[in-house]
Nanobody, 125 residues
Framework: QVRLVESGGGPVQAGGSLRLSCVAS????????MAWFRQAPGKEREFVAAISWDGINTNLADSVKGRFAISRDNAERAVYLQLNNLKLEDTAAYYC??????????????????WGRGTQVSVSS
């Protein structure tokens, strides 16, 4: 069982920045692909960013390319999502996810078995 705990969300004005963190309980964290998904009210949970086990490969959703960045620190068992130039449409609950099935930066929810409880990002004008 992998426990994931997100932090760093909150209210922010459009154009601002936030850094989300996710810490894993599992000591084999460094073999897992990690990802961030988000879910806005009334919408499906959608892919935001993923990173391979070694941090070399990343994938970002088209809607956040050039604004968001994903990184990880295996020694700290942590994955981060830097959110820059935030827009109103970025408002959502952001969820950290871990894949024990692949070490590549997978973009599909089907690859991810473990999920955190989420951290809310609220962007205002």
């Amino acid at each position: 069982q992998v426990r994931l705990v997100e932090s760093g969300g909150g209210p922010v004005q459009a154009g601002g920045s936030l850094r989300l963190s996710c810490v894993a309980s599992e000591h084999t964290f460094d073999s897992y692909a990690m990802a961030w998904f988000r879910q806005a009210p009334g919408k499906e949970r959608e892919f935001v960013a993923a990173i391979s086990w070694d941090g070399i490969n990343t994938n970002l959703a088209d809607s956040v390319k050039g604004r968001f960045a994903i990184s990880r620190d295996n020694a700290e068992r942590a994955v981060y999502l830097q959110l820059n130039n935030l827009k109103l449409e970025d408002t959502a609950a952001y969820y950290c996810a871990a894949s024990v099935m692949t070490g590549t930066a997978a973009t599909s929810r089907a690859w991810y078995s473990y999920w955190g409880r989420g951290t809310q990002v609220s962007v205002s004008s």
